[in-house]
């Protein structure tokens, strides 16, 4: 087990590694002057300079590449100084002489060029909407999927096996950003009256008088819009499940055994049939989180998918590489966590490094 996580956790490296080296390479490439949006178009000469300098732009490509990975590595080489320990906050774990130290800190995604804000901080400020957008999208996929692929199951070939059938490839052929503007016009503008539902909103309100409130019908229109892929293919994956087991010789023993019909469902039949569907659940929670982008945008749904998509159209290119890195390292660690979870679940699933 531990050889393979250990592995895993070394492609994941390797992955993190080519992102970063695309993403690098690929906003080094677009049009735009950092040094502009951070100082303005007005400024003097030695302010852009020294901009310049703290960014490593004055360098050639390939150092200012090093330079990047090292402020994204745990461990890294960092000057000696009080300014460079205020801007990393490592903590010095030996001297290497010429005024450097061997310094371990939390990985340094550099600051916004628009508000000179830590990366990081933008991150963590917003991770938070996103995660509870992801978490209720996929609560309702998984709760209703089930429910209706065991129904198009047990009634397999019959209208409401076709109705839901079809209606779950429709869902998988709309895309996102389609659905939700569909879902926030009829159930956000013209239904609002007998929805009470708002096309825009947020988790959490500030409110003058009653400080800081928990609005959860805001969630609804965009964790269901969100949910609408997962639940689609949750569907057909817990029908097609469910007709596997139900054709298997012990459903038939149970049956002749007497056991009421719907006890062998539940407790033989279903049981054995959500392991895939559970694997497939897990494996969906850092996908909506990447997918959550234009969902965010159009319900102006303050998360990482917004202020990304806000980045990229301002050019603030340490804010989308941020963002970037940090849902691919989900991505990994999901990953890794689907790979042990089946094996926990599925005994004849063997993990071997």
Known sequence: MLLF???RLGYGFLVLLGVVLVIFFLFH???G?????MAGQRSD???REAIQKELGLDKPLGQQLLQYLNDLSPLGVHEQSQEAQQKYEYYALTELGAGEVLALKTPY????????????EILLENVESTFWLAMAAMAFATVVGIAFGVVAALKQNTFADHFIITSSVLGISVPSFVSAIVIAMVFGYYLSDYT??????QLWVNHPFYGRTLHLENLILPALTLGLRPLSIIIQLTRSSMLEVLSQDYIRTARAKGLRYYRVISKHALKNALNPVLTAVSGWLASLMAGAFFVEL???WKGLGFITIKAVQSLDFPVVMGSTLFIASIFVVVNIFVDVLYAALDPRVRLRS
């Open 5 to 7: 996580v250990g592995r």
């Open 29 to 31: 490439a677009l049009p």
């Open 33 to 37: 002057d950092p040094v502009a949006m």
């Open 45 to 47: 000469v030695a302010t």
């Open 109 to 120: 995604l550099r600051r916004s060029f628009q508000s000179n804000k830590k990366v990081s």
């Open 196 to 201: 009470g539902l708002n096309i825009t909103g």
């Open 298 to 300: 159009i319900f102006d």
